[in-house]
């Protein structure tokens, strides 16, 4: 299996993996955002308790977070075009591309209402009565201050729904497509050095990670400047797990 | 080629040959990650010196890659150790004589371990200080002490975080296909591909998963209202 192990060929890989690092951010940031959409429409129902449609989220919700994310990326590449075709539509040309971020979409779409649900129901009671007494619209009380409140409460469960979101992403490979771990697929079979490819491609997942856990945090302090009671205590507990090994973070920084 | 309502019934019976294999690699893996994460999470805990460090980096960079990463290192790397380290040694035991199950359970140990880590962790740091304190005072020792009065607590407090983790496992365990382990989504696949109906077979399977997370997720609701009884408050 493979030839003699070779350290240079992990720093050769590295460039040629980084090379398609855009697909798989693409593919990250295209369905978190479409995610967002899906999680906040399938929220809704749920949390103003409207009959019928808060069964239907409540299914959809247990159906994305009860089954693999493997098995939905097949179901939907095989399933859709043909109930698409029984809707007189051709859907062989859409690129596979597309069935993997709708999938991935609908995916962090499941979990992402989940954390919307919590986070509104954290915002207190009274901030929307306050709205409400001057003179604000349902819609304007929800956007303009239980919106804004609840992501910042949200930060860190949706930080790790996208780190999340970013490992799985290495399954998309299995559909075709040609992101790091599909690249890797194809550099491990024409040079047989298998696990140099996967440990150059494990570093960047990890590098990836760690960024954008920082990133997060900073946001997250950033957002709860308003309340600084509670951004102290989330950074101080976050950045204590974070101490533990400062050397990462120098790892994170030179790459 | 239409929608075939009765060969979505076809292929679930014929994807239950299959789900030993994903229960077992699932229980397996959880089985081994319990007891990597109780150690690590004790390693980091007592923050035991060197160890504590190389504990933290093994979660950090287990929770930083995916899943599919730990089995691919570890399926082609454990491999090339093996055979080098027999070879060094003059053994006449080959990798390829190890079964690939065996890699694929080692590769979701590895991974389980990590995040179970974190909910141990968390689990232990949320019990009471005073009642470590209490079972000293009452002349446990450490160990005695850990697994009569802080264990039983911990995983009370962290059982939801633990179903999480298991039905993690439980869907990561679909990965195992990656490497020709005929677990449920495999089987899917071959009777997707043998009877050309992609759609009905990953139909079943997605179903067949469903109800298995629906199973647990009922067997730990039922489990924490009896395991909190004892911390329900009040007097009687």
Known sequence: MG?????GYILEFIPKLLDYLQITLLIVAASIALG???????????????????????????????????IQLFLIYYGLPELLKGLSIDASKVPVLAFVILTYGLHSGAFISEAIRAAVGAVDRG?????????MSGFEAFTRIVLPQAAAVSLPVFANLVIANLKDTSLAFTLGVMEMTGKSQTLGMTTQHFIEVYIALSLIYFVVSMILERLFLLAE??????????????????????????????????? | MKIDPVFIWTAFVKLLSALPMTLFITAISVGAGLVIGSIIALLRIYKVPVLQHLAAFYVTFIRGTPMLMHLFLVYFGLPALIDAVSGAFGWTFKSSSVPILVFVLIAFSITAGAYLAEVIRSGILAIDKGQLEAAYAIGMKTPQALWRIVFPQAFAVSLPNLSNSLIGMLHGSTLAFTVTAVEIFAEANIVATTNWKYFESFIAAALLYWGITLLIEKAVAVLEKRINVYNRGGVA
């Open chain 1, 221 to 255: 302090r950033r957002m709860l400047k308003y309340q600084p009671e509670l951004a102290g205590h989330t950074s101080k507990k976050r950045l204590l797990q974070g101490l533990f090994l400062p050397q990462f973070k120098k790892g994170g920084e030179q790459a």
């Open chain 1, 36 to 70: 967002l959409i899906v999680g906040l429409i399938v929220a809704l129902p749920r949390m103003y308790h409207i009959p019928v449609l808060k069964r239907i989220s409540a299914v959809y919700v247990s159906f994305f977070r009860g089954t693999p994310v493997l």
């Open chain 1, 127 to 135: 901030q929307v009565e306050a709205a409400y007494a001057i003179g």
């Open chain 1, 3 to 7: 030839r003699r192990f070779e350290f």
